[in-house]
């Protein structure tokens, strides 16, 4: 009689984090998500982009960095770059960070729009719902902290159904 065991990897994810402009939301949430992924010991990528390309090459604003950085995270080093419709194809899940976003990606994206690849971030957490991350931009360091708690949930519930197997379709193989 053999022993049999079974075990779960989980295949190499390339997801995608997109808001408007790429130095607040979708920053804090690349560097949220890229930090739970290395904790998990998963083998993912993460990148963020923005809709609006108003700051290509800018690195996140500076009230993102101090809120992630209180939180353990260093995302200075990120710069912000456009999303563009050949991200459908670089990536296997896009989380938009909020409704207008995700009109944006459309929009952009037009034939290359894969619905079953993109979804809200905060639909993670609240099945469905269609929330907004609110945006924070131009506002007090308090808003940062809010995006960033509601950031930091979801991608913690993106772990957690990774990790219980009930995650991305198509992501997981069972090995004997």
């Known amino acids: ?57 800018e690195p996140p604003h500076s009230l993102s960095q101090k809120v992630a950085k209180m939180n353990g995270i260093d995302i200075c080093d990120q710069r912000s770059r456009r999303f563009v419709p050949e991200d459908f194809a670089r990536f296997d899940k896009i989380y938009a960070m909020a409704e207008d976003v995700l009109f944006d990606i459309r929009q952009i994206a037009r034939k290359k729009f894969d619905r079953s690849k993109v979804d809200l971030l905060m639909n993670e957490l609240y099945p469905g719902k269609d929330l907004d991350v609110p945006d924070p931009w131009s506002g007090p360091e ?35």
């Open 142 to 176: 308090e808003e940062y902290h809010e995006a960033f708690k509601l950031i930091d949930a979801a991608c913690e519930k993106i772990i957690e159904k990774a990790l219980q197997g009930s995650g991305f379709k198509g992501q997981e193989i069972s090995n004997k």
């Open 1 to 57: 009689m053999y022993l049999v065991s079974l075990h779960t990897i989980f295949a190499a994810m390339k997801i995608l984090m997109v808001c408007l402009g790429n130095i607040c939301r979708s920053p804090l949430a690349e560097g949220v998500l890229k930090n739970k992924i290395l904790k998990a010991g998963l083998d993912w990528t993460v990148e963020s982009a923005g809709t609006n390309g108003y700051h290509d090459g």
